[in-house]
């Protein structure tokens, strides 16, 4: 799957996308955000605050708890506001 990273958490990871294939265990938003987190210094900074971090799927919003199977694309993004 494509992972794709906005904001600061792209500034913190130190990249915009790439491509993973997550381990069988990884079976939600919320999984992968704690699977991220083991990858290294940058993006245990990036997820370090995990229920502030926003998520979709195939370009829509999800919640954490939702399932990742079959997902083509996954994008993180920080909280935004509108103006």
């Known amino acids: 799957m494509k992972v794709l990273y906005f904001a ?3 500034e913190r990871v130190g990249k915009a996308e790439e491509a993973l294939d997550p381990p069988p265990a990884v079976a939600t938003v919320a999984d992968l955000i704690a699977w991220l987190s083991q990858r290294g210094d940058e993006y ?3 997820f370090e605050k995990p229920k ?3 998520a979709a799927i195939d370009r829509i919003h999800v919640k954490q708890d939702t399932a990742i199977a079959g997902a083509r694309e996954i994008a993180f993004f920080p909280p935004m506001t509108g103006g």
Request: hydrophobic share 65%; proline share 0%; no cysteine.
């Open 8 to 10: 600061w958490v792209r």
């Open 44 to 46: 245990a900074h990036a």
């Open 52 to 54: 502030v971090i926003r």
